[in-house]
Every structure is written in structure tokens, then in C-alpha cells.
């Protein structure tokens, strides 16, 4: 079965504090493309990172970094030194080698002030 | 702007009403595509296109019809809304030439059914 699994419903961290959100995927196949989405207040579907299943290496760009382990079938983001603007959903997907993109259920992030 | 454009933003029918939701995109992308949103539920594929004259079905495609009959436009009509039809849609479009980058989101439609 190939699946997106977003374990983490609802995150609450107080501002300046690190939060990681989990994603835990199941495919059969050997290539695929992980993506990250960011879903603020406001609606829209921010794409945030694309990662092809032949590149395990992290990536970090400013306060957020990736970490993609085939072993363990997850591709976490985290975020450091979190700020207000970072509440929103964030949903992990995957496209399985066809044109089909799918979907976690989403993690809602919510960053105290 | 290029981009993926989605009228109306916002809606209301009462059950058993048809209406159509728009999408446009000026990227010439070949590969668009309609998905729902729902509590708890992330986001669900209902059509996708490939290409001019070319629809398939997602994972929930029951109560919606899609067409493509130009590159720019994906329409996704409902026949005869129902209060489970009741969702935000997002209309993505991508090439399928260039793969170095994501899937381009439209702003979605917010749609109530009665």
C-alpha cells in the first residue's frame, strides 16, 4: 500500500523553541519524490521542499532543515527557534512515480507567544 | 502573475444545485488536477488530466465530472450537490517535462452545500 502517515494532529510549542514534525511514508516503489506543503491561516498551499528518493542528503535552508532516512521510510522537518509566523498546517506528501500526488492527514502547528 | 487561478473563491449552492469550479493556469503545465480538503483528512485527489483530452479518476471522484478540453482549463463540475460535498478544492497543476520542482496550488474554493 503506498501511504503518508502524519502521526502528530496538533503541536503546541511556546515561541524560540524547536519542533520537529514527523512523516512516516509505505511504497513499494524505488523512485518517488517527498514533498513538504505549508498550509497558513490564510488558505494557501505553500510548497516548501521537494526530495527525489535517490537523494538522502539533509537539506536546511534558513530556520528549517529536512531529514530523509530511507530506513526508517520518514522524511521529518524541523523547525528552530520557532516563531509565531510558523503556526499553520503542515502536510507531508509523496508522488509515487505517476502524476499523482498524495497526502498526510497534516499537522497543525501552533507557536506561543 | 503565473500561476493556477480558481473562481469563485468563495460559494454556496443548496442540495441538488450544479455548478462548475474553475481553473486556469498560464504555465502550459500538462499534468492539473482537483483536490478536496477535509477536517482531519488532509487533502484527497477527485480527477486529474495528463493532457488535453485526458481525465482519470482520483480517490474520491463520485458526484464530480472533469473535462479538458484546452492545456489552461481544468473545470470540475458538480451535477447535483450534496451537503458531503461541502469542502475546500484545490486545483494543482505541474509540467511534466521539467521535474525539478513541485506541484503549483491554486487558492482554493471554499464551497457549502445546504
Known amino acids: 500500500a503506498q501511504k503518508v502517515t502524519q502521526a502528530q494532529t496538533e503541536i503546541s510549542v511556546v515561541e524560540k523553541e524547536d519542533v520537529t514534525l514527523d512523516c512516516v511514508y509505505e511504497?513499494?516503489?524505488?523512485?518517488?519524490?517527498l514533498f513538504w506543503y505549508k498550509q497558513p491561516p490564510s488558505g494557501e498551499l505553500v510548497f516548501l521542499i521537494r526530495r527525489n528518493s535517490f537523494d538522502e542528503q539533509n537539506e536546511i535552508s534558513g530556520r528549517y532543515s529536512w531529514n530523509f532516512q530511507k530506513s526508517t521510510s520518514s522524511f521529518n522537518f524541523t523547525i528552530t527557534a520557532s516563531q509565531v509566523v510558523d503556526s499553520a498546517v503542515y502536510f507531508c506528501a509523496l508522488n509515487f512515480g505517476n502524476e499523482k500526488l498524495t497526502f498526510g492527514t497534516g499537522t497543525r502547528l501552533t507557536i506561543i507567544p | 502573475n503565473a500561476g493556477v487561478t480558481q473562481t469563485p473563491k468563495f460559494q454556496v449552492l443548496k442540495t441538488g444545485q450544479s455548478m462548475t469550479l474553475q481553473c486556469a493556469q498560464d504555465m502550459n503545465h500538462e499534468y492539473m488536477s482537483w483536490y478536496r480538503q477535509d477536517p482531519g483528512m488532509g487533502l484527497r485527489l477527485i480527477h486529474y488530466s495528463v493532457g488535453a483530452g485526458i481525465t482519470d479518476q482520483g480517490e474520491v471522484p463520485n458526484g464530480y465530472n472533469v473535462s479538458r478540453s484546452t492545456t489552461e482549463d481544468f473545470p470540475l463540475r458538480l451535477l447535483s450537490a450534496a451537503p458531503s460535498q461541502t469542502s475546500v478544492y484545490f486545483c494543482a497543476s505541474r509540467s511534466l517535462v521539467l521535474r525539478d520542482y513541485g506541484y503549483t496550488f491554486g487558492s482554493g474554493t471554499r464551497l457549502t452545500v445546504v
Open positions: 511504497t513499494r516503489d524505488t523512485t518517488y519524490y
